[in-house]
Nanobody, 115 residues
Framework: QVQLVESGGGLVQPGGSLGLSCPAS????????MAWYRQAPGKERELVAN???????KYVDSVKGRFTISRDNAKNTATLQMNSLKHEDTAVYYC?????????WGQGTQVTVSS
């Protein structure tokens, strides 16, 4: 069983920055991929960024050049640095990982971009 607890969400003005963190805990031996998803009101959940254990990253086009995903394998923690935030980035952001072929989700953290 893996527990994911996101933190770092909040209210920010357009053009501002926020950093999200997601430490993983529980009785696991290895976590391979880690990812951030988001879900805006009335929309489907979408993959924002993912990162392999070796550090290879992938981003949805809408956040390329603005968001950076990283991980600390020793601490089993994934982070998402979000810069130049836009209104359309407003959503609940979820941390996601897979361990022993089982997918786990955090409870989500709200990010609101508004002036």
């Amino acid at each position: 069983q893996v527990q994911l607890v996101e933190s770092g969400g909040g209210l920010v003005q357009p053009g501002g920055s926020l950093g999200l963190s997601c430490p993983a805990s529980g009785g696991f031996s290895i976590i391979i991929p880690m990812a951030w998803y988001r879900q805006a009101p009335g929309k489907e959940r979408e993959l924002v960024a993912n990162i392999t254990r070796s550090g290879r990253t992938k981003y949805v086009d809408s956040v390329k050049g603005r968001f950076t995903i990283s991980r600390d394998n020793a601490k089993n923690t994934a982070t998402l640095q979000m810069n130049s935030l836009k209104h359309e980035d407003t959503a609940v952001y979820y941390c996601n990982t897979v361990s022993a072929s089982v997918m786990y989700w955090g409870q989500g953290t709200q990010v609101t971009v508004s002036s």
